[in-house]
T-cell receptor, first 113, second 115 residues
Framework: DTAVSQTPKYLVTQMGNDKSIKCEQN?????MYWYKQDSKKFLKIMFS???????INETVPNRFSPKSPDKAHLNLHINSLELGDSAVYFC????????????FGPGTRLTVT | AQKITQTQPGMFVQEKEAVTLDCTYD???????LFWYKQPSSGEMIFLIY??????QNATEGRYSLNFQKARKSANLVISASQLGDSAMYFC????????????FGTGTRLQVFP
Protein backbone atom coordinates (compact mmCIF):
# COMPACT_ATOMS: atom_id res chain seq x y z
CA ASP A 1 0.00 0.00 0.00
CA THR A 2 1.59 3.22 -1.17
CA ALA A 3 1.64 5.91 1.51
CA VAL A 4 2.29 8.93 -0.74
CA SER A 5 1.69 8.44 -4.43
CA GLN A 6 2.31 10.71 -7.36
CA THR A 7 1.21 10.53 -10.95
CA PRO A 8 2.72 10.49 -13.41
CA LYS A 9 6.19 9.24 -12.54
CA TYR A 10 7.64 10.63 -15.75
CA LEU A 11 6.39 13.56 -17.76
CA VAL A 12 7.94 14.73 -21.02
CA THR A 13 6.40 17.75 -22.68
CA GLN A 14 7.17 20.69 -24.88
CA MET A 15 7.73 24.28 -23.90
CA GLY A 16 4.57 26.29 -23.61
CA ASN A 17 2.35 23.37 -22.63
CA ASP A 18 0.29 23.16 -19.45
CA LYS A 19 0.61 20.05 -17.28
CA SER A 20 -0.53 18.74 -13.91
CA ILE A 21 1.00 16.42 -11.36
CA LYS A 22 -1.24 14.68 -8.85
CA CYS A 23 -0.42 13.63 -5.32
CA GLU A 24 -2.37 11.54 -2.85
CA GLN A 25 -1.55 10.35 0.65
CA ASN A 26 -3.34 7.69 2.67
CA UNK A 27 -1.53 8.31 5.94
CA UNK A 28 -4.18 10.55 7.45
CA UNK A 29 -1.75 13.47 7.52
CA UNK A 30 -3.09 17.01 7.62
CA UNK A 31 -0.23 18.75 5.82
CA MET A 32 1.10 18.28 2.31
CA TYR A 33 4.04 19.78 0.44
CA TRP A 34 5.55 20.22 -2.98
CA TYR A 35 9.32 20.23 -3.40
CA LYS A 36 11.48 20.76 -6.47
CA GLN A 37 14.78 18.93 -6.87
CA ASP A 38 17.01 20.37 -9.57
CA SER A 39 19.66 18.65 -11.66
CA LYS A 40 22.24 19.23 -8.94
CA LYS A 41 20.03 17.39 -6.47
CA PHE A 42 19.22 20.56 -4.55
CA LEU A 43 15.83 20.18 -2.89
CA LYS A 44 13.70 23.22 -2.20
CA ILE A 45 10.21 23.60 -0.85
CA MET A 46 7.65 25.24 -3.11
CA PHE A 47 4.31 25.02 -1.33
CA SER A 48 2.72 23.65 1.79
CA UNK A 49 -0.95 23.09 2.58
CA UNK A 50 -2.52 22.35 5.93
CA UNK A 51 -6.10 21.10 5.85
CA UNK A 52 -6.50 22.53 2.35
CA UNK A 53 -5.15 25.92 3.40
CA UNK A 54 -2.00 27.32 1.81
CA UNK A 55 0.60 27.98 4.51
CA ILE A 56 3.88 28.14 2.63
CA ASN A 57 4.30 29.74 -0.75
CA GLU A 58 7.94 30.20 -1.59
CA THR A 59 9.20 32.42 -4.38
CA VAL A 60 7.76 30.37 -7.18
CA PRO A 61 6.55 31.75 -10.54
CA ASN A 62 2.81 32.14 -10.58
CA ARG A 63 2.74 29.72 -13.51
CA PHE A 64 2.79 27.13 -10.72
CA SER A 65 -0.56 26.73 -9.00
CA PRO A 66 -1.19 24.16 -6.30
CA LYS A 67 -4.68 22.92 -5.56
CA SER A 68 -5.82 20.90 -2.58
CA PRO A 69 -9.34 19.52 -3.03
CA ASP A 70 -9.11 17.76 0.32
CA LYS A 71 -6.42 17.10 2.88
CA ALA A 72 -5.44 13.81 1.22
CA HIS A 73 -4.72 15.38 -2.16
CA LEU A 74 -2.43 18.11 -3.38
CA ASN A 75 -2.07 18.70 -7.10
CA LEU A 76 0.37 20.92 -8.92
CA HIS A 77 -0.58 22.62 -12.15
CA ILE A 78 2.06 24.30 -14.27
CA ASN A 79 1.19 26.70 -17.06
CA SER A 80 3.37 27.68 -20.01
CA LEU A 81 6.14 25.25 -19.20
CA GLU A 82 9.72 26.44 -19.62
CA LEU A 83 13.00 24.56 -20.05
CA GLY A 84 14.03 25.59 -16.54
CA ASP A 85 11.04 23.77 -15.08
CA SER A 86 12.73 20.46 -15.85
CA ALA A 87 13.32 18.81 -12.49
CA VAL A 88 12.04 16.14 -10.18
CA TYR A 89 8.99 17.25 -8.22
CA PHE A 90 8.33 15.59 -4.90
CA CYS A 91 5.13 15.57 -2.95
CA UNK A 92 5.34 14.96 0.80
CA UNK A 93 2.99 14.81 3.75
CA UNK A 94 3.15 14.96 7.52
CA UNK A 95 1.21 15.76 10.65
CA UNK A 96 1.45 19.49 11.32
CA UNK A 97 2.63 18.78 14.86
CA UNK A 98 5.36 16.45 13.52
CA UNK A 99 6.30 18.37 10.40
CA UNK A 100 9.88 17.28 10.77
CA UNK A 101 8.85 13.74 9.82
CA UNK A 102 7.73 14.12 6.26
CA UNK A 103 6.89 11.19 4.06
CA PHE A 104 7.83 11.71 0.45
CA GLY A 105 6.29 10.38 -2.70
CA PRO A 106 8.41 8.70 -5.37
CA GLY A 107 8.82 11.91 -7.34
CA THR A 108 7.77 13.01 -10.82
CA ARG A 109 10.56 13.60 -13.31
CA LEU A 110 9.47 16.45 -15.54
CA THR A 111 11.39 17.05 -18.76
CA VAL A 112 10.56 20.07 -20.84
CA THR A 113 11.89 20.01 -24.41
CA ALA B 1 19.60 33.70 6.94
CA GLN B 2 19.15 30.04 7.67
CA LYS B 3 21.48 27.73 5.86
CA ILE B 4 22.58 24.10 5.83
CA THR B 5 26.06 23.19 4.62
CA GLN B 6 27.24 19.74 3.63
CA THR B 7 30.87 19.97 2.58
CA GLN B 8 31.36 16.38 1.47
CA PRO B 9 29.97 15.84 -2.02
CA GLY B 10 30.97 12.18 -1.88
CA MET B 11 32.12 9.64 0.69
CA PHE B 12 33.30 6.06 0.46
CA VAL B 13 33.14 3.49 3.23
CA GLN B 14 33.80 -0.20 3.44
CA GLU B 15 30.99 -2.50 4.42
CA LYS B 16 30.65 -2.99 8.20
CA GLU B 17 32.64 0.15 8.95
CA ALA B 18 31.19 3.30 10.50
CA VAL B 19 30.97 6.55 8.56
CA THR B 20 30.27 10.13 9.54
CA LEU B 21 28.51 12.54 7.20
CA ASP B 22 29.08 16.17 8.06
CA CYS B 23 26.45 18.86 8.39
CA THR B 24 26.72 22.38 9.73
CA TYR B 25 23.90 24.84 10.03
CA ASP B 26 23.39 28.52 10.51
CA UNK B 27 20.43 30.09 12.23
CA UNK B 28 19.80 32.78 14.80
CA UNK B 29 16.70 30.99 16.05
CA UNK B 30 16.88 29.31 19.42
CA UNK B 31 14.28 26.71 18.55
CA UNK B 32 14.88 24.54 15.51
CA UNK B 33 14.99 20.97 14.35
CA LEU B 34 17.61 19.07 12.42
CA PHE B 35 16.97 16.04 10.23
CA TRP B 36 18.57 13.62 7.90
CA TYR B 37 16.96 12.11 4.85
CA LYS B 38 18.22 9.35 2.58
CA GLN B 39 17.63 9.29 -1.15
CA PRO B 40 18.53 5.97 -2.81
CA SER B 41 19.04 5.70 -6.54
CA SER B 42 15.34 4.86 -6.91
CA GLY B 43 14.66 8.50 -6.06
CA GLU B 44 12.37 8.51 -3.04
CA MET B 45 13.23 10.52 0.07
CA ILE B 46 13.31 8.55 3.31
CA PHE B 47 13.23 10.19 6.72
CA LEU B 48 16.02 8.85 8.95
CA ILE B 49 16.42 10.81 12.15
CA TYR B 50 15.44 14.00 13.96
CA UNK B 51 17.09 16.17 16.62
CA UNK B 52 15.45 19.09 18.38
CA UNK B 53 17.59 22.03 19.39
CA UNK B 54 16.59 21.62 23.04
CA UNK B 55 17.16 17.89 23.12
CA UNK B 56 20.06 17.20 25.41
CA GLN B 57 20.78 13.71 24.21
CA ASN B 58 21.88 12.82 20.71
CA ALA B 59 19.16 11.17 18.67
CA THR B 60 19.57 7.54 17.68
CA GLU B 61 17.55 5.34 15.36
CA GLY B 62 18.95 1.88 14.92
CA ARG B 63 22.28 2.18 13.13
CA TYR B 64 21.84 5.93 12.70
CA SER B 65 22.87 8.46 15.27
CA LEU B 66 23.02 12.23 15.08
CA ASN B 67 26.07 13.81 16.66
CA PHE B 68 24.64 17.14 17.74
CA GLN B 69 27.14 19.79 18.80
CA LYS B 70 25.16 22.94 19.41
CA ALA B 71 28.05 25.27 20.09
CA ARG B 72 29.67 24.26 16.81
CA LYS B 73 26.33 24.26 15.02
CA SER B 74 26.94 20.82 13.65
CA ALA B 75 24.61 17.86 13.24
CA ASN B 76 26.65 15.04 11.79
CA LEU B 77 25.07 11.73 10.86
CA VAL B 78 26.89 8.62 12.00
CA ILE B 79 26.05 5.34 10.32
CA SER B 80 27.42 2.35 12.14
CA ALA B 81 28.12 -1.03 10.54
CA SER B 82 27.57 0.22 6.99
CA GLN B 83 25.67 -1.99 4.59
CA LEU B 84 25.68 -2.06 0.80
CA GLY B 85 22.09 -0.81 0.90
CA ASP B 86 23.25 2.36 2.62
CA SER B 87 24.68 3.60 -0.69
CA ALA B 88 22.59 6.69 -1.44
CA MET B 89 22.46 10.47 -1.28
CA TYR B 90 22.06 11.82 2.23
CA PHE B 91 20.52 15.20 2.92
CA CYS B 92 20.76 17.21 6.09
CA UNK B 93 17.83 19.55 6.69
CA UNK B 94 16.66 22.10 9.21
CA UNK B 95 13.37 23.54 10.32
CA UNK B 96 13.15 26.79 12.22
CA UNK B 97 10.99 25.64 15.03
CA UNK B 98 9.48 22.36 16.14
CA UNK B 99 6.27 23.00 14.29
CA UNK B 100 7.28 24.80 11.16
CA UNK B 101 6.55 23.11 7.88
CA UNK B 102 9.45 24.56 6.00
CA UNK B 103 12.52 22.37 5.71
CA UNK B 104 15.75 23.84 4.40
CA PHE B 105 17.94 21.21 2.79
CA GLY B 106 21.68 20.95 2.28
CA THR B 107 23.20 19.98 -1.05
CA GLY B 108 23.63 16.36 -0.07
CA THR B 109 26.45 13.84 0.29
CA ARG B 110 26.67 10.79 -1.91
CA LEU B 111 27.71 7.77 0.13
CA GLN B 112 29.05 4.69 -1.55
CA VAL B 113 29.54 1.51 0.45
CA PHE B 114 31.91 -1.03 -1.06
CA PRO B 115 32.37 -4.70 -0.11
Amino acid sequence: DTAVSQTPKYLVTQMGNDKSIKCEQNLGHDTMYWYKQDSKKFLKIMFSYNNKELIINETVPNRFSPKSPDKAHLNLHINSLELGDSAVYFCASSYRTRSYEQYFGPGTRLTVT
Amino acid sequence: AQKITQTQPGMFVQEKEAVTLDCTYDTSDQSYGLFWYKQPSSGEMIFLIYQGSYDEQNATEGRYSLNFQKARKSANLVISASQLGDSAMYFCAMSLSYNTDKLIFGTGTRLQVFP
